[in-house]
């Protein structure tokens, strides 16, 4: 092999000789395997986040329509009790107007819980998780999960860098 310099188009735009550029790809290819599973962890933390939040969403919208149905059920009930007790049937519609009301408002947010009950299905799934639970246990703390991260974006840049550079100095 040639012993030379050749300008590489790394970050800190050094120079390096053809032996150690070629030395340099031979280690980012043995750092392969610890790259994979590094990257193959940060996917898994990836999918347990999304998960985990998506059930979150998932539980505060079924919330919401617990509620809502607990007040239709509860103007239903009275306009039930109104009528039966003989009360003006300007007094019943007041309470049949609140239970469609309640009603609509529930149908607003049918769609958006189902949403979130696949989101969360579907990044379990993607995380090969069998539960909200084990999800939840490989999530990741932010700056943890930011810092692998940014450990593979670094990996992949060097790696093609390196070698656009060997294939470079091969010509």
Do not use: W
């Amino acid at each position: 092999m040639t012993t030379g310099t050749v300008s590489t188009p790394d970050a800190h735009a050094r120079e390096r000789s053809i032996d150690e550029m070629f030395e340099h790809l031979e280690a980012l290819c043995d750092a392969l395997p610890r790259m994979e599973e590094l990257g193959a962890r940060v996917a898994k933390a990836t999918c347990a986040r999304e998960a985990v939040e998506a059930d979150r969403r998932y539980r505060i919208v079924r919330t919401e329509l617990d509620e809502l149905e607990a007040h239709a059920a509860e103007a239903l009930a009275l306009a039930e009790q109104a009528r039966a007790a003989g009360k003006p049937e300007e007094e019943v519609e007041l309470y049949e107007r609140d239970r469609l009301y309640f009603a609509a408002m529930r149908g607003f947010k049918v769609g958006p819980a189902q949403n979130e009950r696949a989101a969360s299905d579907e990044a379990l799934k993607a995380g090969g998780f069998s539960s909200i639970d084990e999800a939840a246990k490989a999530v990741l703390p932010t700056d943890e999960l930011s810092r692998l991260e940014r450990e593979l974006e670094a990996y992949r840049a060097d790696y093609t860098e390196t070698l656009a550079a060997c294939q470079e100095a091969e010509g």
